[in-house]
């Protein structure tokens, strides 16, 4: 563990004033940003129809999203720490909002490709911007359990966002439908831009001589310790953008319509909410090794009986399977201020982010094309094996985190 006395002063380490109005503002923020993000869910079987689009330029359409957010957080964390997280944070959240009202304009994959991506770079501020910001704000005790509310929002989000979009599409249309919630976001930011006012973001801090040559840079206590999470964290986003692109399709295949699409994903974003909160307790009394292993193992075995399952069973199986690909989730983002000093959490966080949002491009367009060479079954077949190789990552980690 670092010396207490290489923790820097200031007000990037400083607590907040009003901690639980601004873990309310930016839960708000994660929901808003995440129903944004995961809507393009339900979205992408509707897409499909409407422009002739094969599993490939489904994942294409994912993948703009996502490479969007792997290129802009960890600029966004560094940039916050100049320009004020409250400022970027703002600015993203209206932008995002915009975004999403104007894919209703699309006439071509080319079109929708470039705003699903412009709305994927507005949205990217939220995860590293808000994480730092609630992680300063508990600096002082309760952190980890704030950042478990935090990522609980997200899927609260998430749900809320699913079942109300996969029932409006039926009534007004999805281009309607996107132009309605994209107005709500922007809205929303102007919410945040007031109760966000005391937020400046991290002004250059005051080091002790014994951390002074260390002010640069990451700001890594335990450099191996986090490149061991951020791989689990990894392998965790591929396999759950993989199955959360493609499970729709399966479900079409079973007879679902939109509306029942939109209901499973409320399902699994449910289970999602849950399966954070649960397995951030679980964490707390079994350990972070235990509690990931076991989310993994019920991954691969959840993907496939969803697979085997007729509707009905599938249906029924969504929230647990939503329950194990977002349970890993509390535990990996808790554990990372452990190994980050604390006037470099914004860009630690971006990092993590980065690397799990690479994995979440990349990994809709392999699986696309496993899908189009091989299947829908082979496909999912193969994201349960990914979801296993987590596994020997995690065990890599039980010496870092005692140390933690």
Not at 174 to 179: F, G, K, M, N, S
Not at 225 to 233: F, Q
Not at 335 to 360: H, K, M, N, P, W
Not at 386 to 397: C, H, K, N, R, S
Request: hydrophobic residues 55%.
């Amino acid at each position: 563990m670092a010396d207490e006395r290489a923790v820097p002063t200031g007000l990037g380490a400083e607590p907040d004033a009003k901690p639980a109005r601004t873990l309310t503002t930016v839960c708000a923020a994660h929901a808003a940003h995440d129903g944004v993000h995961d809507s393009i869910y339900v979205l992408l079987p509707l897409w499909a129809e409407a422009f002739g689009l094969n599993y490939a330029q489904v994942g294409l359409l994912k993948s703009a999203f996502s490479g969007a957010l792997a290129m802009f957080q960890m600029p966004a964390g560094i940039l916050s720490e100049r320009l004020g997280e409250r400022f970027l944070l703002v600015l993203g959240t209206a932008a995002a909002g915009i975004g999403y009202a104007m894919l209703g304009l699309s006439t071509s994959f080319l079109m929708l490709f470039a705003i699903v991506a412009l709305t994927g770079l507005a949205s990217s501020v939220q995860h590293p911007i808000g994480s730092a910001v609630i992680s300063k704000a508990f600096a002082q005790g309760g952190r980890r359990a704030a950042l478990g509310v935090y990522n609980f929002s997200g899927d609260v989000g998430k749900m809320a966002v699913a079942l109300l979009l996969g029932s409006a599409v039926t009534y007004v249309g999805w281009r309607t439908a996107t132009l309605g919630y994209g107005l709500v976001v922007v809205a929303l930011s102007l919410v945040i831009l007031v109760m966000l006012r005391e937020i400046r973001g991290a002004a250059p801090p005051v080091l002790s001589p014994m951390s002074a040559a260390a002010s640069g840079g990451w700001g890594f206590t335990d450099r191996r310790g986090y490149s061991v999470l951020s791989g689990i964290h990894v392998v965790d986003c591929a396999c759950r953008t993989g199955v959360l692109t493609f499970v729709p399709f399966a479900l079409a295949a079973k007879g679902a319509s939109a509306a029942t699409i939109g209901l499973a994903f409320a399902l699994i974003f449910a289970g999602g909410a849950a399966g954070k909160l649960v397995c951030g307790l679980l964490g707390d009394r079994i350990g972070l090794i235990r509690t990931v292993v076991l989310t993994e193992f019920a991954t691969a075995g959840l993907i496939i009986a969803t697979l085997l399952a007729p509707l009905w069973g599938a249906i029924v199986l969504l929230p647990l399977l939503g329950i194990a690909l977002n349970g890993t989730s509390s535990v990996l983002y808790g554990t990372v201020g452990e190994f980050v000093r604390a006037d470099r959490q914004a860009r630690a966080f971006g990092l993590f982010y980065t690397l799990g949002s690479i994995a979440g491009t990349l990994s809709p367009i392999a699986f696309g094309v496993v899908g189009d060479l091989a299947g829908l079954r082979v496909t999912l077949v193969s994201l349960a094996v990914v979801a296993l190789l987590a596994v020997p990552l995690t065990l890599m980690l039980r010496s870092h985190v005692s140390k933690a």
